[in-house]
């Protein structure tokens, strides 16, 4: 059972860049579909971007040029490098993973696809 921890979020002006990391215990990051989602307050949960275990990536139309997924099998860990980072980008980031997602491609922009969640890392984007 896949345990999600992430890291690297904090207090950014506008215009910067963070990189946040997702490490997975109890299974191995390759084995899973696995996606980033933000929830602002007052706000629902949006997929942001996601990977297959193919590669494949899929990207919110909201972030797509500036954030960039990626995983280390060795180390792992999922990353999600934020550039340009704005205002709107403000919110809770979450990773999450799921073993045999019921669908895939870009219905894994979908909080559903998953059972398995980390607590979530703050983002906030201010000048």
């Known amino acids: 059972q896949a345990q999600l921890a992430e890291s690297g979020g904090g207090l950014v002006q506008p215009g910067s860049s963070l990189r946040l990391s997702c490490h997975v215990s109890g299974s191995t990051v390759d084995e899973h579909s696995m996606g980033w989602f933000r929830q602002a307050p007052g706000k629902e949960r949006e997929g942001v971007t996601a990977i297959e275990r193919d590669g494949s990536a899929f990207y919110a139309d909201s972030v797509k040029g500036r954030f960039t997924i990626s995983q280390d099998n060795a180390k792992n860990t999922l990353y999600l490098q934020m550039n340009s980072l704005k205002p709107e980008d403000t919110a809770m980031y979450y990773c999450?993973?799921?073993?045999?997602?019921?669908?895939?491609?870009?219905?894994?922009?979908?909080?559903?696809?998953?059972?398995?969640w980390g607590q979530g890392t703050q983002v906030t984007v201010s000048s």
């Open positions: 999450a993973a799921e073993l045999n997602p019921p669908y895939g491609g870009s219905w894994l922009l979908i909080p559903n696809e998953y059972n398995y």
